[in-house]
């Protein structure tokens, strides 16, 4: 058994843009989430698009899809790397089907939507949780080490640096925003199925529009997660 130390798996993001959380999701969760995910991309929430098919704001659909955002220690990661009080930006259902056209090189949100990127901190995460084998034949993630500081768009000329993302269902990719990575080409036969959960610093508009605040009156780190608690951490620098 594989003993996560969310501090480790930190420091591993900071240095080399990303790190890897075997077992993320325990086999009993990752067939729930498959069998939601293989419900909802064949349903009416599935947005097909020319490179993968989509399901957006997964919390709305399976309660068990709610239970990955509280799961033990990913709280502590995401406070280490974004702060207290991060919040969610985007949880999405993706589905890469075979033959579509691969993706660009391309970074995250929000540095993919600053006229001039910062640096310095994290800002955003990408988290990929496989729901499917993740290999060289279906599509895996590529990503490139370090590639996220100083924090640039890519270009030409392309990375030979890449690395493939290859996990069994249940694991976990923890991505920096500015992390250059794509998926590859499926020519595997059949779909490959993930999970992305993003997130971003608490100050940080999130990409998806909020529920109503009642339907989480239940999970005070949802209200947090999801914005509609804001916990003050400091008046005019004092904290209280």
């Known amino acids: 058994m594989t003993i996560v130390v969310p501090t480790l798996l930190a420091d591993e993001v900071r240095q080399r843009g990303y790190a890897i959380w075997p077992g993320f999701a325990t086999p009993d969760q990752c067939t729930a989430l498959k069998t939601a995910a293989d419900i909802l991309a064949g349903g009416e929430y599935a947005n097909r698009y020319p490179k993968s098919t989509r399901v957006w704001d997964l919390y709305r659909h399976d309660p068990i899809f709610a239970d990955m955002l509280v799961k033990p220690g990913l709280a502590d990661l995401l406070d280490n790397l974004l702060g207290r009080h991060y919040l969610l930006s985007d949880y999405s259902l993706n589905v890469v089907n075979p033959g579509q056209p691969i993706d660009d090189w391309h970074i995250d949100y929000p540095y993919n939507e600053m006229t001039d990127l910062v640096n310095g901190g994290i800002l955003g995460l990408q988290c990929v949780l496989a729901l499917d084998p993740f290999n060289e034949r279906n599509g895996a993630t590529r990503l490139v080490p370090r590639s996220h500081k100083p924090p640039r768009r890519p270009s030409a000329p392309w990375p030979t640096t890449a690395q493939t993302f290859r996990a069994e269902p249940g694991t976990l990719l923890v991505l920096a925003a500015a992390t250059w990575h794509r998926s590859a080409f499926n020519s595997s036969g059949q779909p490959r199925t993930a999970v992305l959960m993003s997130f971003v ?38 904290p209280i």
């Open 201 to 238: 610093e608490r100050w940080i508009r999130p990409l998806s529009d909020p529920l109503r605040p009642d339907l989480w009156v239940h999970d005070q780190r949802l209200q947090v997660m999801l914005g509609y608690q804001r916990p003050a951490e400091t008046i005019n620098g004092v």
